[in-house]
């Protein structure tokens, strides 16, 4: 059977350019069924029939309180939910998305090119990956670490970049779960480029892929 994707895309804060790329992208790295929205009322229905959710590049307050209430249902009960780049810089005014996702969007310095380190080679999203990832994108900095209550995956290397703002230890990938559901996150994925690199599509459908319970 496909699986059935959820992709949502709405902005009310700063919007990526590259946000039609992306959802491009999404539907052709694997059999995946997509409904791609930027309506909240699609987030006010039950959200059983898809095997993950992903906030791609959302920004700003997207969600009605009753979408609030389906999305936290969807994934404690089993659902998976996947954010992707500015999907940190999401739902600031709703505390429990925060805790879903493990960190909140803070700053970041310009795009430019840089090196993510893999500490976790054994995840779908990172075993495909180099121990050192060179890769351009915007290294997100985040208000607070969210090692501890997440798996790490990635981290980005601020040696190899100017302006990281949070020292050695900067996670840029992560799971970790929810309830009964799984959640990815990724802060990669700026630009338009990113959804063309084929290490990158591989990363995110590794991450799609977990959270719903799909990895080989």
Not at 48 to 58: C, E
Not at 66 to 91: I, K, Q
Not at 110 to 127: F, L, N, S
Request: aromatic letters at 12%.
């Amino acid at each position: 059977m496909t699986a059935r994707l959820l992709v949502y895309t709405r902005t009310t804060a700063y919007r990526h350019d590259s946000i039609p790329d992306a959802v491009a992208a999404v539907r052709t790295l694997a059999e995946y069924d997509v409904d791609h929205t930027e309506d909240p009322a699609a987030l006010e229905t039950p959200l059983d029939g898809y095997a993950a959710v992903v906030f791609l590049s959302t920004s700003g307050e997207v969600l009605t309180p009753a979408g609030r209430e389906r999305l936290a249902a969807y994934v404690e009960s089993g659902g998976g939910f996947v954010g992707v780049h500015a999907a940190t810089c999401t739902e600031y005014d709703w505390p429990y998305y925060g805790d879903l996702l493990g960190a909140r969007f803070d700053r970041h310095p310009a795009y430019q090119p840089g090196k993510a380190v893999i500490e976790d080679p054994g995840h779908p999203a990172t075993r495909h990956l180099p121990g050192v990832w060179d890769f351009t994108d915007e290294w997100y900095d985040f208000r607070a670490n969210p090692r501890g209550r997440v798996r790490v995956l990635a981290v980005a290397d601020e040696t190899s970049y100017d302006g990281g703002g949070m020292g050695a230890n900067h996670p840029l990938v992560w799971c970790r779960e929810q309830g009964a559901g799984r959640v990815f996150y990724t802060a990669l994925g700026h630009a338009s480029e990113a959804y063309l690199d084929p290490d990158f599509r591989a990363h995110l459908r590794g991450g799609i892929d977990w959270s719903a319970r799909l990895e080989k």
